[in-house]
């Protein structure tokens, strides 16, 4: 069998065939360019976009809290709400408390009693004080009791005085009666017509009238004596009660002192307040005189008048020219941005701090309410005494604050590029209050909108651009 008749020829006869039929191969590439065009076609137009559109750097849109709109209108600052009357409240004397009265946030009134010390021992010395007023008290009667029965006395003695003084005075009358009549009856009997007998009994009697001078001035004798006795008495009893009344005064001293030591157990309210810190509790051992380390504490509580509540700023040294006493001041909390607190400057401080290069301001509050606490951050916004009231403050309302530099005219018409997907459109708007790069719209725009920044000069409604990446 001849074999070379079955032998296939590879080579020359296929490669005739592709070059005399292209197409598929031509059509095959084709449809690779255009997967790869439709793959490729975001990137390419992209790529084409970066090449001949503007390039814009763009914002969105956001409602600003009151306090950012206000501080175009004056000098910022940061601070903090304190309380011009703070007292951390303790005992006079060291103690241990037995019981506890308020807590956290419990209101309290001027003299309310916060907490007592243990203070049985500070009872029995009132109690020992109490005891020795009532002895100093029996003593001062007793005392006057005495003055009162040596007046007497001196007084009985000065009647007896005056009853001998008399009764003398008789006697001498009646001895010199007596001693007259011895006389007499001498003279009756030498010429005989008186008789022996009368004359002794006129000498008897005349003896016995002097007798009786002798013995009432021993008698007006012992009664000036006893009389000085009881003026002496006097004296000394009059003296017993000074005596007895010092040391009335002296015990009454040391009820009173008794008594201020046992009210300093209880610790009282200094005024109206809330109590924002509990420094102790029930069973601790507090005392004015605790240094660091000790064992003891040194406040039982802390108490604020929220009725003294204000502002301290601390104002750059570079802005403080613009803070005058007496002008009003816009306060606004960082909890509750979109709330105005008015005020007034109330106190500068006259000096500064050297490292942080700031000034103390304190701002007083026109009003009040329930958000106030101490310790709060806010933002205070300085105004000039004659400056304008603050954009929406009587409202008290979040308002739209954007870059003045997305603010351009064309025309006569002021306005905003707004970006709507890649075409921006020029959206008329009106303009308020301007400071430092910022300016407030009152219309025109809406939040969430997105605003080109800078916009070219060349820019047009209606123009295409590409948006730089933030």
């Known amino acids: 069998m001849d074999l070379q008749s079955l032998k296939i020829e590879r080579g020359t006869k296929p490669a005739a065939r592709r070059r005399a039929n292209p197409w598929p191969f031509r059509l095959l590439l084709l449809g690779a360019l255009g997967v790869a065009g439709w793959l490729f076609w975001p990137q390419l137009a992209a ?26 209108q004056g000098t910022a600052a940061n601070g903090y709400i304190v309380a011009a009357r703070r007292a951390a409240l303790s005992s006079d004397v ?28 500070y009872r029995a010395a009132l109690a020992r004080a109490e005891a020795d007023v009532a002895t100093a008290d029996a003593n001062i009667a007793r005392a006057k009791a005495n003055l009162l029965a040596a007046a007497a006395d001196q007084a009985q003695l000065q009647s007896a005085i005056a009853t001998a003084s008399a009764q003398r005075e008789e006697a001498a009358v009646q001895q010199t009666f007596a001693e007259s009549e011895v006389v007499r009856v001498d003279g009756l009997v030498q010429t005989g017509i008186g008789s022996q007998r009368d004359q002794e009994r006129a000498r008897t009697d005349a003896a016995a009238a002097r007798a009786r001078v002798v013995s009432l001035d021993g008698a007006l004798a012992t009664s000036k004596n006893a009389t000085e006795a009881a003026r002496q008495r006097e004296e000394v009893a009059r003296a017993d009660v000074a005596v007895a009344n010092a040391q009335r005064d002296a015990a009454a001293a040391s009820r009173v002192q008794a008594q201020a030591t046992l009210d300093k157990t209880d610790v009282r309210a200094p005024f109206d307040g809330i109590v924002v810190l509990k420094d102790a509790e029930v069973g601790e051992v507090v005392s004015p005189n605790v240094q660091g380390g000790g064992n003891a504490r040194g406040a039982v509580c802390t108490m604020v008048d929220f009725d003294s509540l204000e502002v301290q700023a601390n104002v750059p040294e570079t802005t403080l020219s613009s803070v005058q006493l007496g002008a009003p001041a816009d306060v606004f909390l ?15 401080w006259p000096t500064a701090d050297r490292q942080k290069a700031t000034v103390e301001v304190r701002v007083k509050l026109a009003r009040r309410d329930e958000r106030l606490r101490p310790e709060m951050g806010v933002r205070i916004v300085f105004r000039a005494a004659n400056a304008a009231q603050p954009v929406d403050a009587a409202a008290n309302r979040e308002v739209l604050l954007i870059a003045e530099s997305a603010v351009v005219t064309i025309g006569k018409d002021t306005g905003v590029f707004v970006l709507d997907r890649d075409l921006v459109r020029f959206t008329p708007v009106t303009t308020g209050e301007r400071r430092q790069g910022r300016i407030v719209i009152p219309s025109g725009l809406r939040p969430g909108q997105t605003i080109v920044l800078d916009p070219p000069t060349s820019l047009q409604d209606g123009d295409r651009v590409r948006t730089a990446a933030n």
Request: hydrophobic share 45%; net charge negative.
């Open 47 to 72: 790529m084409s976009d970066r090449l001949r559109l503007p390039e814009v750097k763009t914002a969105m849109v956001t409602e600003s809290p009151a306090a950012a709109a206000a501080a175009i």
């Open 94 to 121: 060291p103690g241990r408390i037995v019981e506890l009265a308020v807590r956290e946030g419990s209101v309290v009134k001027k003299g309310d009693i916060v907490a007592r010390l243990y203070a049985d021992e």
């Open 334 to 348: 960082d909890a509750f941005p979109e709330q105005r607190y008015p005020g007034t400057v109330d106190r500068i």
